[in-house]
């Protein structure tokens, strides 16, 4: 996938566009899934090197930020459903229900597949069910089914805990190591989850900051634009990143010294990377 001054995500790996909220991730992911079609859009998407056309809906899969399921049916219900809807016509049933057994081994769901989703119920009543995370894999794996070669996730880790967000990361991983192309929004990972990821996109304020593997990231923000990462001072990569960039709020005076305060430094690291 080839976006203006980004680069290429090449098959079985995982990229990630991160940055402060508002800095446009969703929109760009929504962008490049062919989903967002209003407002003033420039640029050219490619897949195997020619711009989408048909067949890239079928080959793609978009996860939203929020998970929808009906609370009383099982997750392998609910999989079925969403296997019979999206499914190539004719597939026979045996090679259907094959293929959802692979969907939920690689998401880690065999032993929930007769496990009721769960939720409020619309009296208000709640239903004891999966897991947040279990249910942030069910959805991944209603997109699986469909057998994309490349996958949207948008914000994928959102009201997780750090080990449910460890544990979606890894199956995207593992899905990524089989050939999946991913390509996810992601606010603020933690340094494991950083370190699965082949590329990064730094974003910040709609400008594209940095696009590269992750440890390339502190080195061009330090050695070409000045701003010095100090591990032992500023923890991990990615949260220094994000403090970096981020210049909606104020800082305090030992942190702006040493990042950007404003959209005149944004635009200045964007000026830097596109030059």
């Given amino acids: 996938i080839l976006h203006p001054n980004t680069g290429v995500v090449l098959p079985g790996e995982m990229c990630a566009l991160v940055g402060p909220s508002g800095a446009g991730k969703s929109t760009l992911l929504d962008m490049l899934a062919g989903r967002k079609t209003t407002g003033r859009l420039g640029g050219t998407v490619f897949m195997n090197g020619r ?6 809906k079928r080959n793609s899969a978009y996860v939203a930020q929020e998970d929808v399921f009906v609370p009383t049916l099982t997750a392998g219900e609910t999989l079925r459903f969403h296997a019979r809807l999206r499914a190539e016509r004719g597939v026979p049933d045996a090679d259907l229900e094959a293929r959802m057994g692979a969907v939920l081994a690689a998401t880690g769901l065999t032993r929930a597949r007769y496990t009721t989703i769960g939720g409020m119920l619309p009296s208000g009543i709640p239903v004891r069910g999966l897991s ?16 994309p070669s490349l996958l949207f996730l948008d914000e994928p880790t959102t009201g997780l805990d ?14 990524a190591a089989g050939g999946l192309t991913v390509i996810a929004t992601i606010h603020q990972p933690r340094s494991a989850i950083w370190g699965m990821f082949h590329k990064v996109l730094v974003l910040s304020e709609g400008q594209q900051l940095f696009y590269g593997a992750p440890d390339a990231a502190a080195p061009w923000f330090d050695a070409s634009l000045g701003y010095p990462y100090e591990a032992a001072r500023d923890g991990s990569v990615s949260d220094w990143l994000m403090d970096l960039v981020s210049v909606t709020f104020p800082k305090p005076a030992d942190v702006a010294a040493r990042s950007m305060t404003g959209r005149a430094d944004v635009e200045a690291a964007a000026a830097a990377w596109a030059g």
């Fill in 132 to 147: 947040g995370g279990e249910k942030r894999r069910l959805t991944v794996a209603c997109s699986l089914v469909a057998r």
């Fill in 51 to 56: 711009p989408v056309g048909k067949a890239f």
């Fill in 162 to 175: 750090s080990f449910a967000a460890l544990n979606i990361m890894d199956h995207m991983s593992r899905l």
